[in-house]
């Protein structure tokens, strides 16, 4: 055989998609470019095989998923261990996205956190109250400010050895933030638009980056939707924020679904105050969307 013709193979890890090519870091430390199809399934921290310009890749340890508004879903990143979710006083997050960032992210075995951002703006003190009394207890939570850079060491000491990434609405300040916990990344930052109180696009690839400190971090597109993917009821009664008091107490029934069922121990912990009505009126929005989403998928089923 021409060795000349013999197909070279490396490993590598993708670092950047850019839509039609992603960048690759390669195990001997030197980064190419590969073309890909536009919407050939691959993303920021996939394994990869590279060989005369094909690209395999290797099996996922974890994968985390969204769904937008229109139902359709959107891989997040691949091989993640931590998941932060940013919020900030403006632009406020729609009802209901802190907890199914958190469900997903626990779903799919990752260590979610609440960064609250923008906490030199007013009205930033009465947000981060109200989220420390929400998720505290369930998961950490970092108030910071990017713009003036305080409060960035306990995330980074969060980061290490892990690798994460930040989800958050367009505008909450998640390139500012990386620019912040890693110096010299020079991510372009978006303005909120006065009329709409809502951030501009300034990230449209997704990119892995790796703190001094040890740790990576993959810096995503904003989006304003977190619908969740394939997440059934049972999941998100084990995993919604706030319930863990419930999972010592233990419910009755194995399979309880936190609703009417007797010995539910945390329909106990509401009437006793442990657990806010709102936190659980907000739990049971979300388990109708998911049982419902649970029936659509038997139907689809029940008609092949």
């Given at each position: ?11 590598g ?99 979610p ?18 989220l420390e ?34 989800v ?11 620019n ?6 020079g991510l372009?930052v ?33 989006f ?23 999972s010592?107490?233990?419910c ?48 689809k089923?029940?008609k092949?």
């Amino acid at each position: 055989a021409d060795p000349s013709r013999l197909r070279t193979t490396k490993e590598g890890l993708i670092v950047a998609h850019h839509g039609v090519s992603v960048e690759v870091l390669f195990s001997d430390g030197l980064r190419g470019t590969v073309g890909v199809k536009r919407k050939s399934g691959h993303v920021v921290g996939d394994r990869v095989q590279v060989s005369d310009e094909v690209l395999d890749r290797l099996p996922r340890r974890t994968e985390m998923r969204r769904r937008d508004a229109r139902g359709a879903v959107h891989l997040v990143g691949a091989n993640l261990d931590a998941l932060g979710v940013v919020v900030a006083p403006l632009p406020v997050p729609p009802p209901g996205f802190i907890d199914r960032a958190i469900v997903a992210a626990r779903a799919a075995d990752l260590d979610p956190f609440v960064v609250v951002n923008k906490c030199d703006l007013a009205g930033s003190v009465g947000l981060v109250s109200s989220l420390e009394s929400a998720y505290a207890e369930s998961v950490p939570v970092f108030p910071l400010s990017a713009a003036v850079g305080s409060g960035l060491d306990p995330v980074l000491d969060f980061l290490k050895g892990r690798r994460g990434a930040f989800v958050g609405i367009t505008g909450v300040g998640k390139s500012s933030l990386l620019n912040a916990l890693l110096p010299g990344t020079g991510l372009k930052v978006g303005e909120i638009g006065a009329v709409t109180n809502r951030g501009r696009h300034t990230t449209t690839v997704s990119t892995l980056h790796a703190f001094a400190s040890g740790g990576e971090l993959i810096d995503t597109p904003g989006f304003q939707d977190f619908g969740l993917v394939d997440i059934s009821a049972e999941e998100l009664a084990a995993y919604f924020p706030g319930f863990e008091k419930a999972s010592e107490a233990a419910c009755r029934f194995s399979d309880c679904r936190h609703r009417t069922e007797p010995g539910c121990a945390v329909t106990n912990l509401v009437k006793s105050g442990l657990v806010s009505t709102e936190r659980y009126e907000t739990y049971l929005e979300l388990l109708t969307e998911v049982q419902a989403a649970e029936a659509e998928a038997r139907q689809k089923e029940w008609k092949k």
